[in-house]
């Protein structure tokens, strides 16, 4: 049974920082790419970081030079860094992934997700 659970959302000014956090379980995490992604109210969701089984990483530009994805293989977890937040950065974080080595920004790549973690920037 493959689980995934954010943690570390919540609300901060515009320019502050929060970091994400995602546990996985149930699969082999290491073989997996995984993401990040976001929704706002009322718009879909969109791909925000991925990490694939290399450390390769990749970024939507709305993002670029602000937040930072990483993994750490022995613990299972994913994190995501955000710096420099920007209102239009609030949205449900959600942790997905991928049971494959290639990675994506779109979200119906990823057959695998948390319940998500709310963040507000005000």
């Known amino acids: 049974h493959v689980q995934l659970v954010e943690s570390g959302g919540g609300s901060v000014q515009a320019g502050g920082s929060l970091r994400l956090s995602c546990a996985a379980s149930?699969?082999?995490?290491?073989?997996?790419?995984m993401g990040w992604f976001r929704q706002a109210p009322g718009k879909g969701r969109e791909g925000v970081a991925t990490?694939?089984?290399?450390?390769?990483?990749s970024y939507a530009d709305s993002v670029k030079g602000r937040f930072t994805i990483s993994k750490d293989n022995a613990e299972n977890t994913v994190s995501l860094q955000m710096n420099s937040l920007k209102p239009e950065d609030t949205g449900v974080y959600y942790c997905?992934?991928?049971?494959?080595?290639?990675?994506?920004?779109?979200?119906?790549?990823?057959?695998?997700w948390g319940q998500g973690t709310q963040v507000t920037v005000s």
């Open positions: 990490i694939d089984t290399d450390g390769s990483t």
């Open positions: 149930g699969y082999t995490y290491s073989r997996y790419c």
């Open positions: 997905a992934g991928r049971d494959d080595t290639l990675c994506y920004l779109g979200p119906s790549y990823y057959a695998y």
